[in-house]
């Protein structure tokens, strides 16, 4: 089992931005998506951004389109999550996974994934 490595969170006002990367050799190996979740404490963790490894298509959670960019650098087994006008609302632990899905409705859904890290922390101050 492969454990990918966030980093890049911290503390921020509203309106700054964070870039997220996640690390991992082989985190993708047998997997057909990508994705970023968030988790608030007291609430489930909830998808934000997902990406078709083979076609590089991006996917954004309606709460967060327009602000956040997910992308990849393939040369490095490197996964970004670049956050843009950050709100308080964004506040939460931050995660990285893969997973193999059948169902393309469910590429927010945590259950569909695997592999999970540790997380890194995102506050956002008003």
């Known amino acids: 089992q492969v454990q990918p490595v966030e980093s890049g969170g911290g503390s921020v006002q509203a309106g700054g931005s964070l870039r997220l990367s996640c690390a991992a050799s082989?985190?993708?190996?047998?997997?057909?998506?990508m994705g970023w979740f968030r988790q608030a404490p007291g609430k489930e963790r909830e998808g934000v951004a997902a990406?078709?490894?083979?076609?590089?298509?991006?996917y954004y959670a309606d709460s967060v389109k327009g602000r956040f960019t997910i992308s990849r650098d393939n040369s490095k087994n490197i996964l970004y999550l670049q956050m843009n006008s950050l709100k308080p609302e964004d506040t939460g632990m931050y995660y990285c996974?893969?997973?193999?899905?059948?169902?393309?409705?469910?590429?927010?859904?945590?259950?569909?994934?695997?592999?999970w890290g540790q997380g890194t922390q995102v506050t956002v101050s008003s």
């Open positions: 996974a893969a997973g193999y899905l059948y169902v393309f409705s469910h590429i927010f859904r945590a259950d569909q994934y695997n592999d």
């Open positions: 082989g985190f993708t190996s047998r997997k057909n998506y």
């Open positions: 990406l078709h490894i083979m076609s590089g298509n991006t």
